[in-house]
């Protein structure tokens, strides 16, 4: 079955770029809000690929979203779904001011030349009801074999607020270096957690409208709350990165360890820009 047509997305001169000071404020705090990232146009063109990519008539196909509640197969609905590199069917999002003005910040928050980035993005919807996504670093789920240099954007597709499950930080997180992880339930599932407990007073809950963004660091510790409003929330992250690398000697990372073991050991891969390539 052929993938739709939606096109390219629309024509926008939107234009925007980080000043020294959100720079300053992402060096200190390891996360930064952008009030306006991408266009209300561009937000519906990118909502309809969004709603194609869940609609349950499309389960099973390439692409499709997993579910990422935990504890899989006891045919409850799915209470966190989450479709990995859908600009790999709609190589068009690359086109898009989103992932345009996306680009420019993470180079500068990255401190690196925008054309050594490359993207992959992921779309999460918490229905009704969606489970918690508990406090964790990204650094968490990276291969132990390769370094890193990259960040987050978390972009969500309508207004969004802390009852839905809008991104929280720790401010200054980020410094503390990596920190040990657990699994929090089948380790197959790979839904992992901080091992530590989490001061969640200091956290900083980031509510934002349609077209804004959160940026944060690999290190930064961030959660979401369940979503306890009457909609669904949708959300459509992305990773910036430059091409890993190999290191001499792989971190000690248990947990990703008890993964592999519970699900296979998968082959060193980088994914950008809608390609993969082995490393």
Not at 156 to 161: A, F, G, S
Not at 206 to 217: D, M, S, V
Request: hydrophobic letters at 40%; proline letters at 9%; aromatic letters at 8%.
């Amino acid at each position: 079955m052929s993938l739709p047509d939606f096109g390219p997305p629309p024509p926008s001169d939107f234009d925007i770029a980080p000043t020294p000071d959100e720079i300053e404020a992402f060096e200190a705090n390891g996360f930064l809000v952008v009030e306006q990232l991408t266009t209300d146009e561009e937000l519906a063109w990118l909502r309809r690929i969004f709603e194609f990519i869940f609609d349950p008539a499309n389960a099973g196909r390439r692409g499709s979203p997993l579910d990422r509640s935990g504890n899989q197969g006891g045919g409850e609905p799915s209470r966190l779904g989450q479709a990995f590199f859908p600009e790999m069917q709609f190589p068009a999002i690359l086109d898009s001011t989103f992932h345009r003005n996306a680009k420019r910040y993470a180079a500068a928050l990255l401190g690196v030349d925008a054309l050594r980035l490359s993207c992959w993005g992921h779309m999460i919807r918490k229905p009704p009801g969606g489970r918690a996504v508990s406090w964790h670093q990204d650094r968490a789920y990276w291969q132990p074999e390769l370094d890193y240099h990259a960040l987050g954007v978390w972009l969500p597709l309508h207004d969004v607020t802390v009852e839905m499950g809008a991104m929280q930080f720790i401010p200054g997180s980020h410094r503390r270096g990596a920190l040990a992880h657990r699994h929090e339930d089948d380790p197959a599932h790979n839904l992992l957690t901080v091992a530590e407990m989490v001061d969640a007073g200091a956290a900083v809950a980031c509510p934002l409208k349609a077209g804004g963004a959160t940026f944060h660091h690999a290190q930064t510790l961030h959660y979401t709350a369940p979503n306890t409003a009457d909609r669904p929330r949708l959300a459509f992250p992305m990773e910036f990165q430059l091409t890993p690398v190999r290191r001499g000697v792989p971190e000690i990372m248990p947990w990703v360890d008890q993964h592999r073991a519970a699900a296979g050991v998968q082959p060193l891969v980088h994914v950008g820009d809608g390609k993969i390539s082995a490393l």
